[in-house]
């Protein structure tokens, strides 16, 4: 993969206004009698990588899409760069601009190539020239390593280079912030490093990210916090070594020792 550094064409803003660039505060969430996110406060600082772990069920997928509000909260504040999430229209979409998210499925334009999969938002959102735009994308494609399959369509490539296809697409908004919900968990396990290593690489160059995910070696090798939530709470907040070596809760402990042992 491309060595240079794509920190500062692609992270806007990131010199330090110390300010935290996400702000969760007493956000609650309910699915109908559901309580999905019990009193949610989390803050992210520019080049801060967060990743989120927990069993399944724990609210962190949830609370990974309120951040640019594919999913709406019932109270609480979150704010991006200062400013509190709008409720919708043209300033959500906005801000929507600002934060990349890449899901579990990859979630491609089927019927686009893969070149026109990642100009497509930039032309039309931020009224980027076409050549400007594919000259862009064909840079964020080789340093993904897909430059090759630009041409193609999405359903001629492997699981592990549409996911990568849908980070380079994401970073051709030029994101303040990355959100990776489980973006390796329908992928065949052969395929999990590959986007792992772009991820790692992102991390490295100072991108902003809010990872959930199962792979706790990725977790110990990048994220700057580890936070682990249960039952629709977040339980601890530590560095890596911390949370692995000395969880401090039950719940904690207990989801260690089951996904550890294997």
């Known amino acids: 993969m491309n060595e240079r550094n794509i920190s500062r064409p692609l992270v806007p803003g990131t010199e330090e206004s110390g300010q935290p660039l996400v702000e969760l505060t007493h956000v609650e969430k309910h699915f109908g009698d559901l309580h999905v996110l019990k009193d949610i406060n989390l803050t992210v600082g520019k080049g801060e990588v967060l990743v989120i772990v927990g069993p399944s069920g724990s609210g962190k997928s949830t609370m990974c899409r309120t951040i640019n509000r594919l999913e709406t909260i019932d109270s609480g504040v979150i704010r991006i760069d200062g400013q509190p999430l709008p ?26 190539t893969i070149l026109d999969n990642v100009t497509l938002a930039p032309i039309k959102v931020r009224h980027m020239d076409k050549k400007a735009a594919e000259d862009m994308a064909m840079d964020l494609l080789d340093r ?119």
């Open 144 to 262: 993904v390593g897909v430059a090759s399959q630009a041409s193609k369509m999405p359903s001629q490539l492997s699981g592990g280079q549409q996911q990568r296809v849908a980070i380079a697409r994401a970073l051709a908004m030029k994101p303040k912030v990355m959100l990776f919900d489980e973006p390796t968990s329908a992928l065949d396990p052969e395929m999990v490093n590959e986007v792992l290593d772009v991820m790692v690489q992102l991390a490295r160059e100072g991108m902003t990210m809010l990872c959930v995910t199962h792979e706790m070696g990725f977790a110990r090798k990048v994220a700057d916090k580890v936070v682990f939530m249960a039952d629709g709470q977040i339980l601890e907040q530590a560095s890596p070594e911390e949370f692995f070596e000395h969880p401090q809760t039950d719940r904690a402990k207990d989801f260690l020792s089951k996904i550890l042992t294997h």
């Open 87 to 112: 409720e919708e229209g043209k300033e959500l979409a906005n801000l929507r601009a600002e934060v990349g998210m890449v899901f579990q499925s990859f979630n491609l334009f089927a019927n686009k």
